[in-house]
C-alpha cells in the first residue's frame, strides 16, 4: 500500500510516530477527543498530552511499567477505520473502544452499561475490508475481559449484538428519508433479533482489526432509549461515561496481567 506516512515516520491523519508512543502495544479508543485526557487519567494520574490532528487526540499512560495509548477515533467509521490502522502501524496489538450508544430493547436503559459481542454491519467501511458475509466480532480474550469488568463493578450491564450504521439522524427520524420503509423494515428486524443497541463504530473496528491480527472489543455506556420513549415507558438521559471508563480501565488491567503471566508461562 503506499505509505502516506510524512518522511515514513509521521502517521498522516493522526500526526504520531513510534518514538511518541514509545512503544505501546495497548490503546483505549473513544470517539470523542474531550473523553481522550479523563480516559487517561484515569489509567495513570501522571498521563500526558502527545498530539492532537484532525479527529485524532492522544494521551500516554502507563500501568505497571507497560506504556498505554488512549486515542480519539472522531465519529462513524471511516474516522475509526483510518485511526485504527495508523494505531496498528506504529505498534499497537490491543484496542478497546468506550463510547456511548442507544439502547434498542427496553430493558436497556440510560445509564446501563453493553459489551458487543458483535456487530450489524448496517455501515459502509467494513465493506472495503470483507465481504457483507463475514461477520463484525470483537477478540474473545477481550470481550472476556470487558465482561469481567462489568460483573466486578456490580452496575447493571448487557452484553449482546450492537447496530452499526452511518446516518444517525436515519435513525433518529427515519420518516424524513427517502429510504424511510427500508430503515424502519430493518430497525424493526433488529430488535426482533435481539439487537440491545445502535452506535456508529464498531462494526468498522472489529472488520479492520481482523483484517490486521490485532485485538479489540468494545464498551458502551447507554444514553437513552428511544424505543422506551415510543412506548411510553420510564426514561431517563444519562450522559456521565464513569462507569464505562472503568470498564475500559479495569480490562485493559486485566489483560496486559493475563498477558503477562502468558509470558512467563511460555518462558518456564
Not at 48 to 54: D, E, L
Not at 70 to 95: K, N, Y
Not at 158 to 175: E, I, L, T
Request: charged letters at 20%; hydrophobic letters at 40%.
Amino acid at each position: 500500500m503506499p505509505n502516506y506516512a510524512k518522511d515514513g515516520e509521521v502517521m498522516y491523519h493522526t500526526g504520531l510516530t513510534k518514538e511518541m508512543i514509545k512503544g505501546a502495544k495497548y490503546a483505549l479508543v473513544p470517539g470523542d477527543p474531550g473523553r481522550v485526557e479523563g480516559l487517561a487519567k484515569a489509567l495513570d494520574p501522571n498521563a500526558a498530552f502527545v498530539a492532537s490532528h484532525r479527529d485524532f487526540t492522544t494521551w500516554t499512560a502507563e500501568v505497571n511499567g507497560q506504556p498505554i495509548l488512549v486515542m480519539s477515533t472522531g465519529m462513524g467509521g471511516p474516522s475509526t477505520a483510518i485511526g485504527v490502522e495508523e494505531l496498528c502501524q506504529t505498534g499497537v496489538r490491543t484496542l478497546i473502544r468506550v463510547c456511548t450508544c442507544g439502547g434498542m430493547q427496553t430493558e436497556v436503559i440510560g445509564g446501563n452499561l453493553v459489551v458487543a459481542t458483535g456487530a450489524v454491519r448496517m455501515e459502509g467501511t467494513s465493506r472495503e475490508y470483507a465481504p457483507i458475509e463475514y461477520p463484525a466480532v470483537p477478540d474473545f480474550q477481550v470481550a472476556g475481559a470487558l465482561v469481567q469488568a462489568c460483573q466486578a463493578l456490580g452496575k447493571p450491564w448487557h452484553a449482546g449484538v450492537v447496530q452499526c450504521k452511518d446516518s444517525f439522524y436515519g435513525q433518529h427520524d427515519p420518516a424524513r428519508m427517502p429510504v424511510s420503509g427500508e430503515l424502519e423494515a430493518k430497525w424493526e428486524a433488529w430488535k426482533r433479533l435481539g439487537v440491545l443497541a445502535s452506535e456508529m463504530e464498531s462494526a468498522a473496528l472489529f472488520t479492520v482489526a481482523a483484517a490486521r491480527g490485532v485485538r479489540c472489543g468494545s464498551v458502551f455506556h447507554v444514553i437513552w432509549n428511544q424505543e422506551r420513549e415510543q412506548a411510553g415507558l420510564d426514561q431517563q438521559e444519562s450522559h456521565d461515561t464513569a462507569l464505562a471508563i472503568d470498564v475500559g480501565v479495569e480490562a485493559l488491567k486485566l489483560l496486559i496481567r493475563q498477558d503477562a503471566q502468558s509470558r512467563a508461562g511460555e518462558g518456564r
